[in-house]
């Protein structure tokens, strides 16, 4: 069978096919009524209409795809912006490719430019500040992913802040007056949550300290863990906050090797959540953020930019959600 166009769908909806074509495109200079709009809609989906995607770059000098540009493919909380990026996406007639971090910005956008790929968003965490902010000048547009720069306009986040502050109000209305902070040199977006955290535990009474570990995987957590629950112990330390999930799980497996009882004996809760949260031993109390949203988010930001559209910093605007689980309770008397 051949393929379904743009005017034969024009035709079923009664519509002329630059109605059709500015709505798949998501004209915002577009004025139709809803009931014209849906008849459209339904005419797209009663025909399986699907965007010629070749034709579309040749006519628009855009291809159709977007990168996504992560320093690891194992993480959780990557698969949940993946994710929404990917539905977003979808959506707007666009596909989203995979592709692994290469410090060299310029270099990245170079490369995506010769393959067609319009725009990329970018996990740069452990990118330094003054290669981040080249972003601007770059020969393709690139959305930075949480993490706020100064001087950068292409960002788009959720609210760290208010999932910190979360956190540490969990804690101190618990009890627990002495928090241990785990902390990652490495990564530039731990300094808003980290910032935000201390902050409401000075206003709350709480006392903070900081152990660094060597990244932000389950084997940094563990290895740091090792190192204090092994070492010279904990001191008046009743809790730790662990700014990545898998920090957490690795954090929570030293406890254990050590014969250290959580949260008996001291209370673990994390940044971001996931499924592996509810089947740690014990399950892990987190700061669940909404990272798919971030993804789509991204994917609008991204698409103004392509558009010659520059909409500036974006923040979710749904707000973090505490998970309370075992890994969290008074502190020991």
């Known amino acids: 069978m051949k393929p379904v166009t743009m005017r034969q769908v024009a035709q079923q909806a009664g519509v002329d096919v630059s109605v059709v ?31 010629n995607l070749a034709a579309r770059a040749l ?7 977007i990168a996504f540009v992560v320093p690891d493919f194992t993480s959780s909380v990557y698969a949940h912006v993946i994710s929404g990026a990917h ?50 000048d770059l020969s393709i547009p690139m959305v930075l992913l949480n993490r706020r720069v100064p001087g950068l306009t292409r960002t788009a986040c959720v609210d760290y802040a208010a999932a910190s502050r ?12 002495d928090v241990m902070v785990l902390s990652s040199p490495r990564n530039a977006d731990f300094t808003e949550r980290l910032k935000a955290f201390r902050s409401r535990a000075r206003s709350r009474r709480v006392t903070t300290s900081t152990a660094t570990a060597g990244g932000i995987s389950a084997q940094a957590g563990y290895d740091t863990g090792r190192r204090i629950l092994g070492g010279d ?15 957490a799980v690795g954090f929570l497996a030293a406890a254990h090797a050590t014969g ?50 520059h909409p500036g910093p974006t923040v979710v605007d749904v707000a973090p959600r505490l998970e309370v689980r075992g890994s969290t309770a008074p502190p020991r008397t």
Do not use: K, W
Request: charged share 25%; glycine share 6%.
């Open 260 to 309: 250290v009882r959580v949260p008996d004996e001291l209370s673990v809760i994390a940044m971001h959540d996931a499924e592996i949260a509810s089947f740690t031993t014990p399950a892990l109390t987190t700061v669940a953020l909404p990272m798919a949203e971030l993804g789509a988010l991204a994917i609008d930001h991204l698409r103004a930019l392509v558009d010659q559209r």
């Open 87 to 136: 539905q977003r996406a979808q959506e707007i007639g666009y596909a989203v490719v995979v592709d692994a971090l290469d410090p060299d910005l310029a270099r990245t956008a170079r490369r995506y430019r010769a393959r067609g790929i319009d725009g990329a968003l970018l996990a740069g965490a452990t990118l330094p500040d003054r290669d981040v902010v080249s972003l601007e």
């Open 59 to 65: 006519r628009t000098n855009h291809g159709g795809m």
């Open 166 to 177: 979360l956190a540490i109000d969990h804690l101190a209305d618990l009890g627990h007056r």
């Open 21 to 51: 074509s500015r709505l798949l495109n998501e004209d915002p200079r577009l004025s139709i009524s809803p009931a014209t709009r849906d008849r459209v809609l339904q005419a797209i989906t009663d025909l399986d209409y699907r965007p």
């Open 233 to 247: 112990g904990l001191g008046e330390v009743t809790a730790v906050f662990c700014p990545t999930l898998m920090l």
